[in-house]
């Protein structure tokens, strides 16, 4: 029922029965909000380990397999949009090769286009501020 909301306004929030969530609009999309205390939020979705170049989404979290890739590759940032967050982490060696992380177009990673990871179990938490991202 909530697809159903015409126009929803930014941060409307709703008690979604199918998942038995909360659920809140952030001006594009809607998401489920985190459980338990320290601040709430959305939960990360991990994803299935990636091995070939992969566009993220808002609220994901990349594994990146590099063992099985036989080469390096790119993880491409979607459109920085506020509150957004996204956690890359290479899950094994990283036998020499690198995984880039990407800016979705002149978007940008504490300032350059991309950043990259090389080091064996190696991770990156992003955030948006709705404009650019930042590594924490």
């Keep these: 029922q ?11 929030t709703i008690y979604n029965t199918t ?4 659920n809140y609009y952030d001006g594009a999309n809607w998401q489920a909000t985190g ?7 959305n939960d990360l979705a991990v994803t299935a380990k990636k091995s070939a170049n992969y566009t993220a989404s808002n609220w994901e979290c990349v594994l990146v397999d590099l063992v099985a890739a036989g080469v390096s590759f790119t993880v ?13 982490k290479i899950v094994g ?3 020499g090769k690198s995984v880039t992380v990407d800016g979705n177009g002149a ?4 300032g350059s286009a991309n950043r990259v ?3 064996d179990y190696e991770s990156m938490w992003i955030i948006s501020d709705g404009t650019t991202w930042m590594r924490l």
Excluded: F, K, V
Excluded at 35 to 41: E, K, N, P, S, T
Excluded at 76 to 88: F, K
Excluded at 107 to 110: A, Y
């Design 117 to 119: 990871m090389n080091t």
């Design 107 to 110: 978007e940008t990673i504490d």
């Design 93 to 95: 060696p990283a036998s």
């Design 19 to 22: 998942t038995t969530a909360l």
């Design 35 to 41: 459980a338990g205390g320290g601040g709430g939020g």
């Design 2 to 12: 909530r697809n159903s909301i015409g126009s929803p306004s930014p941060g409307l």
């Design 76 to 88: 491409t940032l979607p459109a920085a949009s506020a509150h957004a967050q996204i956690a890359i």
